[in-house]
């Protein structure tokens, strides 16, 4: 009677404890850290340098170019907005730039290009909630109340093999993110989505007449961007191990393109998705293990305990029947039974 018991309980136990771990544990596991303090590094390739408008020397120039992004949670502000929205949410603050690959753009006065984007998100999906401080600063300039939407620094915790909307700050709108396969990295696994920019005019841009051979001083053009970029997202996190960027952004004159702006392709260094890769791979086996493993061997050896108890139960109680004394008739019923 012991070892049923004992099975009962320990099936219940770990049937129980499956489901709690996934039912519990892996929401407060699967949400972006307070602490956040991420950084996306991409250089042009080697053996192609990048193209792009110096300001300086009013010219085209080809060099090594470096983009940085980096995302850090304002705590302070996180806790503030929390109570205003009435929701448990992040504010992050995120600063892309570009400038020459011997430059740290993010502490440079004067990158080639740079960009503070201020938005709230949700700690779980990762994705913005609408928040009347959202704001994108570029140029000295500061445009308020930005409507943030879809995938902005991170894909979702365990991603799945389709179409995301990724936020581009360029279009102020989400543009369309499709998986297309799935590879190793460093041994670990990931997926690959692909994004791609059709050329569109975001801006206009006041040129000296005689960089686009023009005889006026001044003319004005269609700044138009373009491009495509590929994501390699570790899945049960989310996180962008590795990108490759390819960016074509010009200024156009009556439909022509008459002076590139920044032209290149672009791809994380080895060394930098090493070190993400190593950061990351713990937390990914742990989610794994709470999401998907948990509940499998929760449910397998809980239900094995139980079915164990439950033939145990069943072949006590038929030896019980099978040793109970048969009683023998009266003794006039016997003899009644003989006539």
């Known amino acids: 009677m012991k070892k049923i018991v004992a099975l009962v309980t320990v099936g219940a136990f770990v049937l129980s404890l499956g489901i709690l771990l996934r039912a519990y544990a892996y929401p407060r596991l699967a949400v972006v850290p307070k602490d956040l303090d991420s950084k996306v590094v991409a250089q042009s390739l080697p053996d192609a340098p990048a193209t792009y408008f110096s300001i300086a020397d009013l010219a085209e120039k080809q060099e090594s170019l470096r983009n940085i992004s980096s995302a850090r949670v304002d705590a302070k502000a996180s806790e503030e907005v929390s109570d205003e929205l009435g929701k448990d949410v992040l504010v992050v603050r995120s600063y892309a730039c570009t400038d ?81 396969g799935e590879e190793k990295l460093h041994g670990l696994k990931v997926y690959r989505y692909k994004q791609t920019i059709e050329p569109t005019t975001v801006s ?37 191990m590795s990108a490759v960027s390819s960016p074509d952004s010009y200024a156009s004159l009556d439909g022509n393109k008459v002076l590139t702006i920044t032209k290149g392709t672009f791809k994380s260094p080895e060394s930098t998705i090493i070190d993400t890769v190593d950061e990351y791979k713990g937390l990914s086996k742990a989610l794994f293990a709470v999401r998907v493993l948990a509940p499998i061997v929760g449910t397998v050896v809980g239900a094995l305990c139980l079915l164990a108890a439950a033939v145990l139960w069943a072949r006590r109680r038929r030896g019980t029947d099978d040793t109970q004394e048969v009683r023998p008739a009266p003794a006039g019923r016997r003899e009644a039974a003989h006539v």
């Open 100 to 180: 020459l690959a011997t430059v740290d753009c993010q502490t440079a006065p004067l990158p080639l290009s740079g960009a503070v984007s201020t938005f709230a998100i949700d700690k779980r999906s990762g994705e913005p909630v609408a928040w009347d401080g959202a704001s994108i600063e570029t140029g000295g300039e500061t445009e308020d109340g930005v409507d943030f939407k879809g995938l902005t620094i991170k894909f979702p915790f365990d991603a799945q093999k389709k179409t995301y909307q990724f936020w581009n700050a360029d279009l102020r709108t989400t543009v369309p993110v499709a998986y297309v």
């Open 204 to 240: 206009r841009l006041d040129l000296p007449g005689d960089l686009v051979g023009s005889t006026e001083s001044t003319v004005t053009t269609d700044r138009v961007t373009s491009g495509s970029t590929e994501y390699y997202v570790e899945p049960e996190t989310g996180v962008i």
